[in-house]
């Protein structure tokens, strides 16, 4: 058994998902979902505890050996990455026992589940595997059932949020089976490890950088990197809340992690950033990200919709730390998506707990919730401030560390806008305190009292892993430090 | 107990003695009786550790390590035990004066008062007691946020507006120049420690040395030094016992604490003379303490008057650190607690006369001092110990600056420092004046309005509670001058270079 | 150039696919648009995987010597592709199903219009 346990990651969610839609009876299907969700999560544990011990766990699907066969490849990122998914699925599908915080209609119950169920598959599957065709499918996979989740949202326009997020990720998936192709046209394989080792010297051939431009433009449609963004905002608004908890804490990081593979393992950082100069097109990019994407936050009149766009500003960190290429740029990269998954994670599950009492999630409806729900309004608060980066919270860890590796390499500019960016945080956070803690209730708001325990419990296990990771960040910095000097070091970064 | 006990003691106590009073918030006897019983007991965790530092001991406590290589740290060292004592001192008299301010004036939302009161105070103390720049830090950003809640306590848009203005300044300058810093010095020197000596010697030279010292001290938006003082009077809006602790001795004592600190443990007292690196800072701590207090000069309102006043007075202690010389240094020390003692005692006076008798122009004020004896005499002799004449504390403080400016040769501070004490005659004395020699205005038109709330023991027309506190402060005055040598002694030790 | 014709014709469906999805108003032609994409991509894979001289790879009756097969690897993966294509018009044709439901329409600007027109009627509301 515990030599298939690499395999077994991805088939307990795949085989839950059908089952669920089998069973029909809710209560049973939940149980099912929790039982796939933990042990998955216990499975990830395992494998993160035997790559830390004894290096890079290799798995032969079938029996078939590599190159022809697939082959899962759990190395430090992946078991990180998988710890993290399985993490943040065992937490929120905690959350849905309040069901209607999850803003799911009864009938559609068990097919919520089947499509969760499907996407987690689909995204631990993308961390598991070292085959480059294997990421498509299952990159297919998680995001077929993600445009699913997201159609369930209680408004019609959660519908055309979904239809565009189905084009747009569509093509992005598209543009990505095209780099594999041009991958596999010039280097007869599909074997990640194997491809390491041909396209560096390929490299000076217009295919290759071809294929790693499509891959590029393609992750980062996933990644709803700036300015190809578009439809994350809206998808993540219209779901419903338990959903954008889910999507917001996953996917993009699964997509940062075929960024980081497609950069560092694949073709390497010494042609990436030492002859395409990628970093020159990543840093604005990234720095635009952080502008306009706080700059719309501050704007908005939805909550969701601002957590939404704080969201694309966090992209825009996670990239700037990788287009540093140094150790300490990808460890601020690395450390910030586990940090922002936590955050985000926290910040849309305490909006699903505010907004299953006040049945809304502008802001305006927000009024003086501070004194009615002060245990869903304190998470906010706390998640909030970590988004700014204050000292204690985990997202000073990672704004530690980017300004670090901007001035490490003397990019004081960058650096600056770094710290000008988490103020604007402020500005889109403090917005939300105020109308939840100054502006009175008034006699026609619905009577409204603190959600119980069941949807407190793994919001504030989120919330409260952004400070406790804040205080002491020994844990998540040294796996990332581990990660980034892995990645960097095997295929050569540049030097600080 | 161990001084390491009693540091954590320090800061514990007052962090629970914040929830106690949410737990209590029912009852405000017993609300109000923690809250002094706290103070007491965390100024004689303080008071405790004293001796100790006096000694030469330098105790102190790791507690967890926040990022690889660096821990949160306390360590105390004269400079921060003088702070801390300033503010658990002053904490227990602050509480006896709000005790009256709040219910002689039949505040809302009281609990959150003292709650929010005590964690300040809690993360002054971890300000003073901080081991290195990272603990500083993460205590300085909690002193902002918990204080938010009491600039903007009374919840109008006013208090909104100014909430909006205290948190943009203090969060904008921390987390853009300070935290820059922060992250500078630790690439240059691999290092966040207080050390005796300083760290960048040797490693940051020239003007990188100026820009590192420029993004400290406006990064420290607390200590007000322009433009980034706007904080200081928008906070005016808070009730007077938040403006008398937090914005005259802690909050705006953490920020000078902060600069004079790092001048002495980052810099280095020497290295920063040696380098001239801190001339720029000079010239802009002397256009704060000039500029200030001709703004000082033209306020009507008394709190804003005063809030200005703290401005100028701040300047004073930054340009200590800036002369970097043995004497400026021991008067900049010094003046964190004269100038917190005598300016407290201004502040308090503010407070009783609007609980009193509802007046804060002072225009309004003409002969107050007949009905007021006991608060105006207290205003006095506090304004006697800002202006710097003896026998009140500031005189000495001004003396060891004005020593440290002619040290370096630098007749051109001595004159600023002059001209300071000569503008401070001029926006404090007239209140003074006015109140005992000026003939009092009409009496109000409508004379309910200016009736004081029943079931307050009166004295001086104000509660008690809010008139023996200015009373209490201006003996301290006096009794600074008296002890002021024995604070010198005991700051001395911190200009000892580091061992070789 | 035009020995690569192949390429040519994936580059030109590539285009027409995106081009229908960008500039067609109606959520079906827009699903189509997707479909022509995802088969130029088809088309793509197809076409490297055949080898010059080459033959179906089947192994013939008479052993494999000397015999020349295209590559039978792209076609698989294509397979592949082709399911997940049709799962994803599946999926893009039941949304725009229920969007007709909820909207009565399909065309993007007149369900752009109606959202206004709700979002208008709930501020003034």
């Not at chain 1, 766009?309 to 960190?317: F, N």
């Not at chain 2, 401005?311 to 930054?318: E, N």
């Not at chain 2, 407070?351 to 122009?361: F, L, N, P």
């Amino acid at each position: 058994m515990a030599e298939h346990l690499p395999v077994l990651q991805v088939i307990v969610p795949l085989l839950a998902a059908p089952l669920c839609l089998l069973v029909r009876v809710p209560r049973i299907a939940r149980v099912l979902v929790t039982v796939a969700a933990w042990t998955s999560l216990a499975i990830a544990v395992t494998l993160m505890a035997e790559v830390r011990t004894s290096g890079t766990i290799t798995y032969a699907l079938g029996g078939w050996a590599a190159p022809y066969g697939i082959e899962y490849r759990i190395d430090l990122l992946s078991a990180y990455l998988l710890v993290l998914v399985s993490v943040v699925a065992a937490v929120v599908l905690s959350f849905l026992p309040g069901r209607p915080a999850a803003q799911i209609s009864n009938h559609r119950e068990t097919h919520f589940y089947a499509a969760l169920l499907l996407s987690l598959a689909g995204m631990l599957g993308i961390a598991a595997t070292g085959d480059a065709f294997n990421i498509f499918v299952f990159l297919e996979i998680s995001s077929i059932s993600a445009y699913s989740l997201v159609a369930l949202g209680r408004r019609r326009q959660a519908l055309m949020a979904a239809f565009s997020y189905l084009i747009i990720g569509t093509i992005g998936a598209s543009f990505i089976l095209l780099g594999i192709g041009f991958m596999y046209h010039m280097t007869g394989t599909l074997n990640m490890d194997e491809l390491a080792v041909y396209l560096p010297q390929l490299t000076s051939t217009r295919t290759v950088r071809v294929a790693f431009a499509f891959l590029f433009v393609g992750v980062s449609i996933k990644l709803a990197l700036f300015p190809l963004h578009q439809w994350l905002p809206n998808a993540y608004s219209e779901a419903p809340a338990a959903v954008s908890a889910f999507l917001a804490a996953t996917s993009t990081k699964i997509s940062y992690y075929l960024l980081v593979r497609v950069v560092f393992t694949l073709f390497g950082a010494a042609f990436v950033f030492g002859s395409l100069h990628l970093d020159r097109l990543l840093v604005p990019l990234s720095i635009a990200a952080m502008f306009s994407g706080s700059i719309a936050a501050i704007y908005q009149t939805n909550v969701k919709r601002l957590l939404a766009y704080s969201s694309v500003a966090q992209v825009g960190y996670m990239t700037l730390g990788l287009s540093f290429a140094t150790v300490t740029g990808l460890t601020g990269g690395l450390v910030h998506l586990f940090n922002h998954a936590m955050m985000k994670g926290g910040l849309f599950l305490s909006v699903a707990c505010i907004g299953s009492r006040i049945g809304s999630a502008q802001l305006d409806d927000l009024r003086g919730l501070g004194r009615r729900m002060p245990f869903s309004m304190a998470s906010f608060v706390v998640g909030g401030l970590s988004l700014i980066g204050i000292p204690g919270t985990v997202g000073f860890i990672s704004k530690w560390y980017l300004v670090r590796a901007a001035l490490e390499q003397g990019r004081w500019l960058v650096a600056g806008l770094i710290v000008a960016s988490s103020l604007l945080a402020v500005a889109y956070v403090w917005r939300v305190l105020e109308v939840a803690y100054f502006a009175p209730r008034s006699a026609d708001d619905p009577v409204v009292s603190e959600v119980g325990w069941k949807l407190l419990l793994p919001t504030w296990v989120l919330i409260g892993a952004t400070v406790y990771f804040g205080l002491s960040a020994d844990l998540t910095v040294g796996l990332a430090q581990d990660v980034a000097r892995e990645l960097v070091g095997i295929t050569g970064g540049v030097t600080p | 107990m161990t001084p390491g006990i009693a540091i954590i003691l320090a800061l514990l106590l007052p962090a629970c003695g914040a929830l106690a009073v949410i737990l209590a918030r029912r009852h405000p006897n017993v609300r109000e009786t923690i809250t002094i019983f706290v103070t007491l007991g965390t100024f004689g965790a303080v008071l405790s550790l004293v001796a100790p530092v006096h000694a030469g001991l330098r105790p102190g406590a790791t507690l967890f390590e926040m990022l690889p290589g660096l821990p949160i740290r306390l360590e105390i060292e004269p400079l921060g035990m003088l702070y801390a004592l300033v503010a658990s001192g002053l904490w227990i008299v602050t509480s006896l004066y709000a005790i009256g301010y709040m219910r002689g004036h039949r505040e809302k939302h009281q609990t959150r008062f003292y709650a929010c009161f005590a964690l300040s105070i809690a993360a002054a103390l971890g300000i003073a007691f901080a081991g290195n720049l990272l603990t500083l830090f993460l205590f300085y950003e909690l002193l902002t946020l918990v204080t938010y809640p009491l600039v903007t306590h009374h919840g109008t848009e006013k208090a909104l507006a100014a909430g909006r203005v205290y948190l943009g300044v203090l969060m904008s300058t921390s987390i853009g120049f300070l935290f820059t810093a922060l992250v500078w010095t630790y690439l240059a020197t691999g290092s966040l420690d207080f050390r005796a000596g300083g760290i960048v010697a040797g490693k940051v030279e020239g003007w990188p040395l100026a820009m590192l010292l420029a993004l400290f001290a406006f990064g420290t938006g607390k200590a007000a030094l322009m433009p980034f003082h706007r904080w200081l009077p928008a906070a005016m809006v808070a009730p007077t016992p938040v403006s008398a602790l937090l914005h005259a001795v802690a909050v705006v004592k953490a920020g000078v604490f902060t600069v004079l600190k790092i001048v002495v443990y980052i810099f280095g007292v020497e290295n920063l003379r040696a380098s001239g690196a801190s001339l720029w800072l000079m010239y802009a701590a002397a256009f704060t303490l000039v500029a200030a207090s001709v703004v000082a000069l033209v306020k009507d309102n008394l709190k804003a008057r005063l809030a200005y006043s703290t401005i100028s007075q701040l300047a004073y202690i930054v340009l200590g650190a800036a002369i970097a010389t043995h004497a400026s240094i021991l008067g900049a020390g010094m003046h964190i607690a004269m100038h917190a003692m005598g300016k407290i005692t201004l502040f308090f006076c503010a407070g009783a006369i609007y609980v009193g008798v509802h007046k804060t122009e002072i225009s309004e004020l003409d002969g107050i001092g007949r009905t007021m004896p006991w608060t105006m005499v207290a205003f006095l002799l506090g304004s006697l110990s800002i202006i710097g004449l003896p026998p009140f504390g500031g005189a000495w403080s001004k003396w060891f600056l004005v020593l440290g400016a002619a040290d370096r040769h630098q007749a051109f501070f001595v004159a600023v420092l002059m001209l300071g004490s000569l503008l401070a005659i001029g926006y404090l004395m007239p209140v003074v004046v006015r109140a005992f020699f000026a003939q009092p205005a009409a009496p109000a038109a409508d004379p309910a309005a200016s009736r004081p709330a029943p079931g307050i023991r009166r004295f001086d027309q104000a509660p008690l509670l809010c008139v023996l506190p200015p009373c209490l402060t201006a003996a301290g005055c006096l009794a600074l001058f008296l002890f002021a040598d024995t604070i010198a002694d005991f700051l001395r030790p911190i200009l000892e270079a580091a061992m070789p | 150039m035009l020995g690569l014709w192949n390429y040519w014709v994936v580059i030109v469906l590539m285009m027409m696919g995106l081009y229908t999805v960008i500039s067609r108003n109606n959520l079906v032609k827009k699903v189509m648009g997707v479909a022509i994409f995802q088969v130029s991509i088809i088309m793509f894979y197809i076409t490297i995987a055949k080898v010059r001289g080459g033959t179906a790879p089947i192994i013939p009756a008479g052993g494999s010597e000397g015999v020349t097969y295209t590559n039978p690897l792209p076609h698989v993966l294509m397979l592949t592709a082709i399911v997940v294509g049709v799962a994803t018009s599946a999926v893009a044709l039941t949304l725009a199903i229920r969007i007709k439901e909820a909207y009565g329409t399909v065309e993007e600007d007149q369900i752009v219009r109606l959202d206004h027109a709700e979002a208008e009627s709930r501020q003034h509301g």
